[in-house]
């Protein structure tokens, strides 16, 4: 016998047996979907907690708080770099965001990142946009909207 033909008894059973493995291997987990996310942030400056809405299966309505960060003004506006913290109604579920505002006296612009999640949102992740639209002097409703994955 060659060594040629030497390998070859070698390889032969190693294949089969990584063929019989994959064969009783469990099916991967399908990618998954992506889906548009909309919240509605009614923020009111004077409350340490303020109410949201949104479109998230089992979190249609909650709480949201400041986190960690905050705004910086000058003349023509600011911006606001920071986290804030939504809690879905019952407590058992919720998720941070981290995003970055642009702001003045016509509201706000900015972008966000889902920074974590927890309870039944565990591990989902996604990012968007928002917009803020004043409704009083102390009060402004920031709408979030993007994709959660």
Request: hydrophobic share 45%; net charge neutral.
């Given at each position: 016998?060659?060594r040629?033909q030497?390998?070859?008894l070698?390889v032969v ?5 990584l ?15 992506g ?8 923020t009111?400056?004077l409350?340490d ?25 000058t003349?023509?506006g600011?911006?606001f ?8 109604a019952g407590?058992t579920?919720g998720f941070?965001?981290?995003l970055r ?18 309870g039944?949102?565990a591990?989902?992740?996604g990012?968007g ?7 009083s ?7 979030y ?5």
């Open positions: 016998m060659n040629f030497r390998r070859s070698l059973p190693a294949a089969a047996a063929a019989i493995a994959a064969l009783g291997a469990a099916p991967a987990q399908a990618a998954p979907v889906f548009s996310v909309s919240i509605t942030a009614h009111d400056f409350l907690a303020s109410p949201f809405t949104s479109n998230l299966p089992g979190c249609a309505t909650g709480t949201v708080v400041n986190g960690a960060g905050g705004g910086n003004g003349p023509w600011g911006v770099v920071g986290t804030k913290s939504f809690t879905c407590g579920s941070d965001i981290s505002a642009r702001f003045g006296g016509g509201g706000s612009t900015g972008g966000w990142v889902l920074a974590g999640a927890w039944d949102l591990g989902v992740k990012s946009s928002l917009v803020g639209i004043p409704v002097d102390t009060a402004i409703d920031d709408i909207t993007g994709k959660l994955r």
